[in-house]
């Protein structure tokens, strides 16, 4: 039996919609009504410090100014709420200690200056920087007593030192990155939050999301997700990794940094919805008609 399909847009609120967020939306959306599934809203906002005073209203008003809404998410609610992931720390808690106690994660002490003066000569020798695994050969005893004296820690994945991660991207098929060049990410914060990849590994399996749609900036960290669902014990999903926008007179991809490019600003230029999406549909596609005008409807049958 097919699973039924679940995809979700999850953008944080440290700031307004980028406009390449709406065209992201508007594939996980039409993937979804395509397929008879569910399109839900989940609000990432683990990183506490970025975080902008209205901007989960914000964003849900835009995404519904450009005429998609969502299944579940924040302001429905659903059979996974909560849909805010600073409304579920004490999942990523849990689930966190599972992967201490399986031996898959370690409690890392390292101060901010010894991880600086690491980086530092890491990039002296030209070499990545990465973590150099120091507290992940600490006796038990060692941990111990660090944690009995309140010591501050994070804690880390145990990534393999020698094994090839492969996925399988829609876009682009198979897809093989050497765990040797894979960090062990944090897992936790020292403030008791997830990061960004332990939050969204959880949540989409607990979710029960089958597809995920983002844009292709991500392909680095998919390993990093491929090894904690190996650890969990859980299915991956399925991953399709978007092109993302280009600056037209600049070269890289195009940021905030330069030009308005947040989703309510072409609305207030006096763009129509209708038409931002239409322009969002046939970008580097095109129905076999080579039509240029379609309405949502049209979009999802084809």
């Known amino acids: 039996m097919e699973r039924r399909v679940r995809v979700r847009f999850a953008p944080s609120p440290t700031g307004p919609l980028h406009i390449g967020g709406v065209r992201t939306a508007l594939y996980n959306y039409i993937f979804a009504k395509k397929n008879g599934g569910d399109f839900l809203l989940r609000i990432e906002d683990t990183d506490q410090v970025r975080e902008v005073d209205g ?12 005429g998609l809404d969502w299944d579940e998410g924040p302001d429905k609610g659903g059979p996974y709420a909560p849909y805010t992931q600073s409304e579920r720390l004490d999942i990523y808690k849990k689930h966190a200690q599972q992967l201490i106690d399986t031996k898959k994660a370690y409690y890392c002490f390292c101060s901010k200056e010894r991880l600086d003066q690491v980086r530092a000569e890491q990039i ?27 010591s501050s820690y994070v804690i880390r994945l145990v990534v393999p030192n020698d094994e090839d991660v492969v996925f399988t991207d829609l876009i682009r098929g198979d897809i093989t990155i050497h765990s040797t060049i894979v960090d062990d990410q944090v897992l936790m914060k ?18 029960n999301i089958t597809h995920i749609m983002r844009g292709e900036e991500w392909i680095s960290s998919t390993p990093k997700h491929i ?7 859980w299915p991956t999903p399925i991953y399709a990794h978007i092109p993302i926008f280009l600056n037209p007179d600049d070269k890289g991809k195009m940021s905030k940094r330069k030009g308005t490019v947040s989703a309510q600003s072409f609305l207030d230029s006096g763009y129509l919805p209708e038409a931002m999406l239409n322009f969002f549909m046939i970008l580097g596609w095109s129905p076999h008609d080579q039509r240029e005008i379609m309405t949502l409807e049209e979009y999802i049958q084809e």
Request: glycine share 4%; with cysteine; net charge neutral.
């Open 55 to 66: 901007a989960v209203e914000k964003i849900m008003q835009v995404i519904r100014a450009y």
């Open 124 to 150: 002296s020798a030209k070499k990545p920087p990465m973590y150099d695994q120091f507290c992940r050969s600490l006796s038990q005893e060692e941990v111990q007593t660090k944690l009995t004296a309140n």
């Open 190 to 207: 020292s403030d008791g939050f997830p990061t960004y990849h332990l939050g969204v590994v959880i949540d989409d399996h607990l979710m």
């Open 227 to 233: 090894l904690l669902y190996k650890a969990f014990g």
